[in-house]
């Protein structure tokens, strides 16, 4: 019998039976339902891979989210503590001038206070006159000054975003 003749018979009846995998050689119906589990695997790690991936993008969308909150959150404190810095800088020149002014009341008192007043000698002489010095503080003239309170700037006043 020919060689040829045998294929064709074979392929002849492979045709006309309804079921394929009667007549399939056997390694090649082995070869097929390796390459179909392989092709089966594949399709679950690429299915795993994909899986992965979306729970990376999720769990990266919740980090960006917490970060994107904590520079909001961040960036208006430090708009407040700006806001405070401008507020006590300018505070501070206010203070800083009325400390100016009051040292400057104070040195020409003191240099325009001296006077003479009777007071008795160490030395036990009556009669001598000497040089008393007229506190600042204790005069309640002055005191008006010390009782100013502070004009005070406010975020308000300083900053218009």
């Known amino acids: 019998m020919d060689s040829s003749s045998g294929n064709s018979t074979r392929f002849t009846q492979i045709q006309n039976s309804g079921s394929d995998e009667v007549l399939i050689d056997p390694r090649k119906r082995k070869r097929m339902q390796s390459n179909r589990e392989s092709a089966r695997r594949s399709r679950m790690r690429k299915q795993k891979h994909l ?49 100016d002014s009051l040292n400057e009341m104070i ?14 000698c160490t030395n036990g002489t009556s009669g001598m006159f000497e040089f008393e010095q007229i506190d600042f503080f204790n005069n309640p003239w002055n005191m008006m000054y010390l009782n100013q309170q502070p004009i005070m700037a406010s975020a308000n006043d300083t900053l218009h975003y």
Do not use: W
Not at 110 to 119: D, I, V
């Open 107 to 120: 040195n020409s008192t003191n240099n325009n206070s001296n006077h003479f007043t009777p007071n008795h």
């Open 51 to 99: 899986d992965d991936l979306t729970a990376q993008i999720n769990h990266l969308k919740n980090n960006n989210s917490q970060i994107v909150t904590t520079i909001k959150v961040t960036t208006q404190q430090f708009l407040q503590i700006e806001a405070e810095n401008i507020v006590l800088s300018a505070q501070m020149g206010e203070l800083s001038q009325r400390l």
